[in-house]
C-alpha cells in the first residue's frame, strides 16, 4: 500500500466514548500532521510530529491527545468531544526540512 | 487572522472556459503549494512554487508565483468537467517550521 492512509474513514460517536483516529504513511516521511477541516473554515494545523517528537500544538483542548510511536503511525486519541467537534480530521505527511505536504483521505467525524 | 485569502471563493463555468484563480497575502513566503481537494477525500498536492516569479506549467494548468513571494495564481485553459474541486493555496513562512498556513479555497465548479 503507498501514500497516507487514515482509518475509519467515517466514525460517529458519543459525546461520552473514546474513540481512536489512526494514520500510517508509506512514504519514508520524517513529519506528521493533523489538522482539522470544519465547513467554511480554512484548514487549523493541530499537532505536528518530526522524528516522532511533537513540535507544534495549537491550542487544541486536551480532549484531543496525540500519539506518534514511530515516523510512520500517527493517532489521535478523543474523549468527551463536543458536537462541534464534528469535521473531517485530515492527516499529513512530508519530507524533513520542506514544506510540501501529502494528505491522507480523512476521517469524517460526527460526535452527536 | 487569515494569511492567505482566496478568491474567488466560488466559481461556475462551463466546459472550455478560461479561468484564474487568485491567493494573496501581505506576507512573505519561502515557498507556496496548491493543492486539489475533492468531496469527502484529501488535498492533493499540484504544485510547489518557490522562487519569485516563477512560472510552473501541469497540463492545461498554470501557476505563477508572485515576484515578491507574497501572491500566486492559478490559471486553467479550457477547463474540464474533471477539474471541479476545492482549489487551495498554502504558504510556508521563514522559521515557522513545518506548519504551512492554508488560505479557504476556491470552489470550482464545471458544468458541461
Known amino acids: 500500500e503507498t501514500g497516507v492512509t487514515q482509518t475509519p474513514r467515517h466514525l460517529v460517536m458519543g459525546m461520552t466514548n473514546k474513540k481512536s483516529l489512526k494514520c500510517e504513511q508509506h512514504?519514508?516521511?520524517?513529519?506528521m500532521y493533523w489538522y482539522k477541516q470544519s465547513a467554511k473554515k480554512p484548514l487549523e494545523l493541530m499537532f505536528v510530529y518530526n522524528f516522532k517528537e511533537q513540535t507544534e500544538n495549537n491550542s487544541v483542548p486536551s480532549r484531543f491527545s496525540p500519539e506518534c510511536p514511530n515516523s510512520s503511525h500517527l493517532f489521535l486519541h478523543l474523549h468527551t468531544l463536543q458536537p462541534e467537534d464534528s469535521a473531517l480530521y485530515l492527516c499529513?505527511?512530508?519530507?524533513?526540512?520542506?514544506?510540501?505536504?501529502?494528505f491522507g483521505p480523512g476521517t469524517r467525524l460526527t460526535v452527536t | 487572522t487569515q494569511l492567505l485569502e482566496q478568491s474567488p471563493q466560488f466559481l461556475s463555468i462551463q466546459e472550455g472556459e478560461n479561468l484564474t484563480v487568485y491567493c494573496n497575502s501581505s506576507s512573505v513566503f519561502s515557498s507556496l503549494q496548491w493543492y486539489r481537494q475533492e468531496p469527502g477525500e484529501g488535498p492533493v498536492l499540484l504544485v510547489t512554487?518557490?522562487?519569485?516569479?516563477e512560472v510552473k506549467k501541469l497540463k492545461r494548468l498554470t501557476f505563477q508565483f508572485g515576484d515578491a513571494r507574497k501572491d500566486s495564481s492559478l490559471h486553467i485553459t479550457a477547463a474540464q468537467t474533471g477539474d471541479t474541486g476545492l482549489y487551495l493555496c498554502?504558504?510556508?513562512?521563514?522559521?515557522?517550521?513545518?506548519?504551512?498556513?492554508f488560505g479557504k479555497g476556491t470552489s470550482l465548479l464545471v458544468t458541461p
Open positions: 499529513a505527511s512530508s519530507p524533513g526540512g520542506v514544506n510540501e505536504q501529502y
Open positions: 512554487v518557490v522562487t519569485g516569479g
Open positions: 512514504l519514508g516521511h520524517n513529519a
Open positions: 498554502a504558504g510556508g513562512l521563514r522559521n515557522s517550521g513545518y506548519a504551512l498556513n
